[in-house]
């Protein structure tokens, strides 16, 4: 779903669902993605989570393109310039309001490279 738009067609963004129907979204390290020497932009990391959890809302709630209320990030290491995953998980959704986490990592799953969190509004 959301690797169709344009914005993730940009980052090269990619779906990939496992047997039980978990989507991590993978985006392929490009020199257009760098920041600082050697290292992705944190736009871009950022970027990948926010879609992940919209990605997470439209597939498990069924509620695509929900309204962004906050969003947040944590950044704990340097993205290096190789493939960078992300996968997201619906924490509460309400009557109007649903909150998702998301990690992003790259060789290890373990030592994520950022997290985040999104309220978005349902319609």
């Given at each position: ?12 963004i ?34 990948l989570?926010?879609l ?12 695509p ?59």
């Open positions: 779903m959301i690797v169709h738009t344009p914005y993730a067609r940009m980052l090269g990619q779906a990939m669902a496992d047997e039980a129907g978990v989507t991590t979204l993978m985006m392929p390290a490009a020199p257009s993605l760098e920041g600082r020497a050697g290292f992705l932009y944190g736009g871009v990391i950022a970027s989570l926010e992940a959890c919209l990605e997470a809302v439209a597939r498990e709630a069924g509620k393109w929900p309204k962004p209320i906050n969003m947040s990030f944590d950044f704990l290491r340097g993205g290096l310039m190789i493939d960078s995953y992300a996968q997201a998980r619906l924490v509460r959704v309400g009557r109007q309001v649903v909150n998702v986490d998301a990690t992003c990592w790259q060789k290890d799953r373990e030592k994520p490279v950022a997290t985040g969190r999104m309220h978005l509004l349902l319609d």
